[in-house]
């Protein structure tokens, strides 16, 4: 094994370890119940969800597809979508602070965000 | 080109294309988006450290557009697009400093290197950095995947080896 090539090793472990630190990191459970559903950047709805009464309601895309959004006791998911590889029914509900539910194909994303003022 | 080489690209792709479409029929390992074996990136790698840049990137975009008329999921091709240019770039630079008996080390950087263009892409297309958070999973992922296809293509090099011995024997 030569120099270089030591080193790249050296830099892949410290890379995985490095990876591996940071994704126990953002796994963290959220404080706040305050959730944004954000597409194509535009916040679409903000809300507490401990504060919701259970319901599903639909997204619609801009290419015609649809995400279906749950919401159970004071948790939230993607029940149903038409997308292909449908990775955000799979994410299940929303626990981390940092992680959000993703819908790459129509661009949806959940998260928890920062409690805000109860607008009523 | 000569007419050898381009049969020899051409089957590689075949290969790359039906692994790939092999690859679709398994279950989903993960719930993380842009997470994947990637076993087709086991003729990428053979093929990076055997033929020029330039038709190693031939092969690959073939393979990636081809690839998604069989997968029919067209918003995948540009995370695939950007994740396998960058993959290969790194590749190519690294294979001048690894050699051939390290390949599965290159292979890992090249997988991280891929899901490095994806969360890129993914964070430009989203307009927000949310998905970045996906980040740390997919270096993980990346590692493990690029040192299972890596060591795979490492048996690949040692079969076909023989074979080109023979070729040139003639």
Not at chain 1, 40 to 69: C, H, M, Q, W
Not at chain 1, 83 to 105: A, K, M, Q, W, Y
Not at chain 2, 50 to 63: C, D, H, I, N, P
Request: overall charge neutral.
């Amino acid at each position: 094994m030569t120099k270089p090539v030591k080193l790249i090793l050296a830099a892949v472990i410290v890379l995985f370890v490095g990876a591996v630190a940071a994704a126990m990191f953002v796994r963290r459970p959220s404080e706040s119940t305050w959730v944004e559903i954000v597409q194509d950047g535009k916040v679409l709805y903000t809300l507490d969800i401990a504060d919701s009464e259970n319901r599903t309601f639909t997204i619609e895309s801009a290419d015609g597809g649809y995400n279906k959004v749950e919401i159970i006791d004071g948790a939230i998911r993607i029940s149903d979508a038409d997308c292909p590889d449908r990775t955000c029914v799979n994410t299940g509900f929303l626990r981390s602070e940092t992680i959000p539910i993703v819908c790459l194909p129509h661009r949806l994303i959940i998260r928890y965000t920062e409690e805000q003022e109860d607008e009523n | 080109m000569k007419t050898k080489r381009l049969a020899e690209l051409s089957l590689l792709t075949a290969v790359s294309l039906i692994i790939f479409i092999v690859e679709l029929r398994l279950p989903n390992l993960s719930s993380i988006p842009g997470v994947k074996l990637g076993l087709a990136n086991i003729i990428t790698v053979y093929s990076a450290y055997k033929f020029s840049g330039r038709e190693v990137l031939l092969m690959v975009l073939t393979r990636v557009l081809l690839g998604s008329f069989f997968s029919s999921n067209f918003s995948a091709v540009i995370y695939s697009l950007a994740g396998a240019l960058l993959c290969l770039a790194g590749m190519l630079l690294l294979r001048k400093i690894i050699p051939l008996n390290y390949l599965w080390l290159c292979s890992i950087l090249g997988a991280v290197l891929h899901n490095t263009g994806q969360i890129i892409v993914a964070v430009v297309v989203m307009r927000s950095f949310a998905v970045a958070a996906y980040y740390p999973f997919l270096i993980i992922s990346g590692c493990i995947a690029g040192a299972f296809t890596g060591l795979c293509a490492q048996l690949v090099l040692r079969r076909l080896m023989p074979i080109e011995n023979h070729d040139k024997g003639e």
